[in-house]
């Protein structure tokens, strides 16, 4: 994971909009797993804990105003992948965050959403880095501050979400997506966190 201070004349346009998205890489998250010394974090680490914060209902936006709202995936643990155009790390990591959601399909849901990031520049950024795979889903930068009430993360980040749509395990910083085992570890996880059935 880099961190690293962002050139906040060229974030977002205004003065509260950039001290809101600058957070976003200039602070920590004070539960969630950190990769060390520069290393990425093999998939195992995101281990589900207790929930926290409220179940997200992020209203996602896609190209020409669609829509997709998270609690529709109420009943379904899946991963939620948060980045930015403007997150050097993120760009990165997104290819091989490609390569996984195009190998694992459906099998292991990873939504990625681009936080406080103009929807012409994802599209501009995803046609350019042959991405096919990254869905162009956007989020405001108030929305996630809304739900995000346990301090301000550092991107990329990489999120568990449970079958209630709580949040269960986070990390901060680019994952080891195109690891051997990366597959097989987020199959357990999202396994582990399904409803148990009524007998």
């Not at 994952?175 to 051997?180: D, E, G, K, V």
């Amino acid at each position: 994971m880099i961190r690293k201070q962002i050139d906040r004349r060229t974030l977002l346009g205004g003065a509260a909009s950039l001290a809101a998205a600058a957070s976003l890489c200039n602070c920590g998250l004070g539960n969630s797993a950190r990769a060390a010394d520069g290393a990425q974090p093999m998939l195992p680490s995101l281990k589900p804990g207790a929930p926290r914060l409220e179940p997200v209902n992020f209203q996602l936006v896609g190209p020409g105003g669609t829509a997709f709202s998270l609690s529709t995936m109420r009943g379904r643990p899946f991963v939620l992948h948060l980045w930015a155009t403007w997150c050097p790390p993120c760009r990165l990591e997104l290819p091989a965050l490609n390569t996984f959601i195009e190998k694992t399909g459906s099998t292991v849901p990873v939504i990625p959403v681009a936080v406080a990031s103009p929807m012409p520049k994802v599209m501009v950024f995803l046609a350019q880095g042959n991405l096919p795979h990254i869905a162009p889903w956007t989020l405001g930068q108030h929305e996630f501050s809304q739900w995000f009430t346990s301090g301000a993360p550092s991107l990329p980040m990489t999120c568990v979400i449970d079958a209630q749509g709580r949040l269960r395990a986070s990390v901060e910083g680019e994952m080891a997506w195109a690891a051997p085992e990366s597959q097989a570890s987020l199959e357990k996880i999202l396994s582990d966190l399904q409803p148990a059935k009524p007998a």
